[in-house]
């Protein structure tokens, strides 16, 4: 499909909301000063209403931007979300607390094994813009599949890369299409734009025959073999869908492990 202007001023406010959240949060983080056990509730104090402000703003400019996208179909529907249901611990099933601690717990570890300090803020950092950047994503489908399932006439949703830069894994999950009852597949990180489809018919999964093919193609370069039977390389191994214990299917490369609420661990 094509990005639209309507596409792109509907992006640049979600980016701006990321852009002040995760600076906030950054600035909170870094002011520190110490980053001992004591001191996680008093990031936590600061940082986790910054995190909801901003869960709230894409929210609602989601379903903005859905709703004007449906309108073109059917001007009256108007849809009032659940704001519970797309922020705080309705995204993960964890306590956005348990979540936020888990930077701090990067730095003991990472201390534990004898990294210099700077490295291990580095990683705390780096772990803790992660969540910052899923959590807002989360957010963002939460809303999608909320506000499609309140809208009769869309059939699916559709992935958009309209980043900078955008991971293979986003590309071709751009060429498939999702039925909006479904969570739409993410990676941390991720920042895809969301787009709700309506249609007489069912495509097929694959929507975007050409696009899949210049992936495979790009696959072929990089790893110096293709097959689309899967006979000389099982894409199944090479892109496929795990389900994360937090926050729903998510691509991602077989071989990698993700963690649910049990497998979290505190350093002594």
Not at 42 to 69: C, D, H, M, S, W
Not at 119 to 127: E, P, S
Request: proline residues 4%; neutral net charge; aromatic residues 8%.
């Amino acid at each position: 499909m094509t990005v639209t202007r309507r596409d792109l001023q509907y992006d640049a406010a979600v980016r701006s909301v990321w852009t002040s959240v995760l600076g906030r949060v950054g600035l909170t983080w870094k002011r520190l000063g110490s980053w001992r056990g004591s001191d996680v509730s008093k990031f936590q104090r600061t940082a986790l209403p910054i995190l909801e402000g901003g869960q709230r703003q894409v929210a609602n400019l989601t379903t903005a931007y859905l709703e004007a996208l449906y309108a073109d179909i059917d001007r009256r529907k108007r849809v009032d979300i659940d704001l519970s249901r797309v922020t705080g611990e309705a995204l993960r099933g964890v306590a956005p607390e348990v979540v936020y601690e888990r930077p701090f717990k990067e730095v003991w570890t990472a201390l534990s094994n004898d990294e210099p300090l700077d490295v291990a803020l580095d990683r705390g950092a780096h772990r803790l813009e992660t969540l910052v950047k899923t959590d807002l994503q989360l957010a963002r489908t939460h809303t999608a599949r909320q506000v499609a399932d309140e809208l009769p006439k869309v059939s699916y949703t559709i992935r958009e890369p309209v980043g900078e830069y955008n991971c293979a894994l986003c590309l071709v999950a751009a060429t498939q299409r999702y039925w909006k009852k479904e969570l739409l597949p993410i990676h941390p990180g991720c920042d895809c734009l969301v787009k709700i489809v309506t249609a007489d018919y069912d495509p097929g999964q694959v929507i975007d025959e050409e696009r899949l093919q210049a992936i495979h193609d790009a696959v072929e370069a990089e790893l110096g073999d293709y097959d689309r039977s899967g006979r000389a390389i099982d894409y199944r191994k090479v892109i496929v869908q795990h389900d994360h214990g937090e926050i729903g299917p998510v691509l991602g490369f077989k071989g990698q492990r993700f963690t649910g609420p049990d497998d979290i661990r505190i350093p002594k």
